[in-house]
């Protein structure tokens, strides 16, 4: 088993169940509140529950999906919590994706003020992006976790064994990460796992750890996103409004899936910008386009692209704010640009996805 | 002007706008936001806006009363933050009683996961009760306070001129946290007060300064409600209970008069249970029912009450907790009553009225 330890808990990776056991045992909790949603419950939960030695614990079961990553979710978990008569000495465990932990952790800590919570990430996005940062939070008015708090939870456990009933393309969407960390930080991960012609059989932990190693490195600098955290956004600014336009349409994109497209348009203008070489932007659009599906972006919905990006929480003042890389490795935050270029950029995906 | 030092913020009463308009100034926020109910707009806004120097500011109006203070209102403040593009870099200015303050200082703090925000309390209850300890947050289900978060503004700013407008039933409503303060800490400052023969022209920056050095030195010692900042909850496991059942009836009480009640009985239960003598009973007792308009309570309300306590969030397991003094200006917490005594408690307070 991995342990990665942070300021005010551990990350587990691997082999989890007597550390959490252990964990449970010492802390005395009033209660055990687990979350899960459909899919969590029928594919995590009997191992989470095999695994676990606990005598009872109330189960909190909600709808899966980015769409209900919303207010009226959080009303429904704390309606449970008030009805389940949860004290503040009670833990909730979070038994899912990035929409359990984000929303779960987020009630937990809203909840009479605040009660304990720990993350079982079950798939690679929320194990890589989740287990460090302590953003929690949901959607409010179409913007993605424009409502949340800053909060560590008391534990993250990692099983891969989760991972194994996920379907590939949310393995993608998790892998969207990890490329992100190696192309902001680590040039030498970077050139490994850039290497890899498709995501099937990958042995996950060996790339996860490395990747949250990165993660915790900026996060501690700047727990609170006041500046190096933003190297994180790489990508995430475009992304993000790709991602919202989505979530409203017929075929709404995963996060990563989304991010994807993000760091091609951001490695362009990171080109146009900050001095990115011609040969690395070719590097790593050639390689995001064959991990990842195209997907067709209509240009009249570059209005509403810009739209969303000028709400984003991370601009300061009334410009929109990047995160860009000079070349792969490094990064600089704070980069703005013009509307013109962002569409530029946009254009620039496009055209390869014709080419392609 | 007296200026109380927190460990990251500072109280200010008295002559305040000097030191708001520096602030203001030294800190450079992208947008003002003000926070108000149609009292504090008609009553306290325009005293605020002549003495700030402030160019423009974003206006979010919501319906006075404890009624309002629900996740639903929330979802309105929240949205005109995010139609007015407000960004992390502003400033929201509570300025209000309680409820603006407890659920202002919720919406800031959520919003893209936590912008900056003063409180300016226009009421007694709001400057004594809500200018230290960062609790803030909203009635959910009924359950006062049931849903928030921990954290501190940047700054208090309290204007005794607000209280000149306040009707006194809105003084008197205050006034209870300051007797609570003098009971559980200071029984020099209990002997002062309780001479007090009626609330009509008393000079309350006097009474404010010690009874918020009394929260200071509790709240420091205990920030996240573990353990002795529990010594606040004197009066107020029974009070909220009574509050809540209240809120709901035709005639609702306010925060402090529901306290007051709950004094009595508490006063009751440390007789019984940690000593608090007779006379020292009869003089708390006295002293209250002489501020305090008698209210009846229904012996039917009873389990509803018992039934409340059972769900605050301050307590551990299944045990209804209690704050209780052995004697004027001492307290002892995590102590614990049988709801049969918490019934002749409520019978004490009913036998008192009928009495007087």
């Known amino acids: 088993m991995n342990t990665i330890a942070l300021a005010d808990y551990d990350i587990q990776i691997g082999t989890i169940w007597t550390t959490w056991n252990k964990f449970l045992q010492t802390r005395n909790y009033s209660k055990v509140i687990v979350l899960v949603d459909e899919n969590t419950k029928q594919h ?158 990958v042995d996950w932990p060996s790339y996860l750890a490395p990747s949250l190693e990165i993660k915790k490195a900026v996060v501690t600098e700047d727990p609170f996103e006041k500046g190096l955290r933003k ?26 899936e989304a991010i994807a497209i993000g760091m091609i348009c951001e490695a362009y203008l990171s080109h146009k910008i900050v001095g990115l070489s011609a040969p690395e932007l070719q590097d790593i659009s050639d390689f995001i386009l064959k991990i990842y599906d195209a997907v067709s972006l209509s240009s009249s919905d570059y209005p509403t692209f810009l739209e969303l990006m000028q709400k984003d929480k991370k601009n300061e003042r009334d410009e929109i704010n990047f995160s860009l890389i000079p070349e792969i490795g490094k990064v600089k935050v704070n980069q703005t640009a013009s509307k013109q270029l962002i569409r530029e950029s946009l254009d620039y995906y496009c055209q390869l996805i014709i080419k392609n």
């Open 44 to 201: 995590c939960l009997p191992i989470w529950e095999q695994n676990t030695n606990v005598s009872e614990y109330l189960l909190v079961k909600i709808a899966a999906g980015e769409q209900h990553k919303t207010i009226e979710t959080c009303q429904i978990i704390w309606s449970k919590l008030m009805n389940g008569d949860v004290n503040r000495s009670a833990l909730m465990v979070n038994l899912g994706g990035g929409v359990i932990g984000d929303m779960g952790g987020f009630c937990a800590s809203t909840f009479k003020r605040g009660i304990d919570f720990v993350q079982f990430p079950s798939t690679l996005l929320s194990q890589v992006d989740a287990s460090i940062g302590g953003k929690l939070g949901i959607d409010f008015q179409q913007v993605k976790n424009s409502v949340g708090v800053f909060r560590n939870p008391q534990g993250v456990f990692i099983e891969p064994a989760f991972l194994k009933t996920l379907p590939q393309r949310e393995v993608r969407s998790g892998f969207a990460e990890i490329i992100k960390h190696s192309l902001i930080a680590d040039a030498t991960h970077w050139a490994h796992l850039s290497q890899l012609e498709h995501l099937e059989g």
């Open 231 to 256: 190297a994180l956004n790489f990508g995430h600014t475009i992304g993000h409004a790709i991602e919202s336009v989505f979530l409203e349409s017929k075929y709404p994109l995963l996060h990563g």
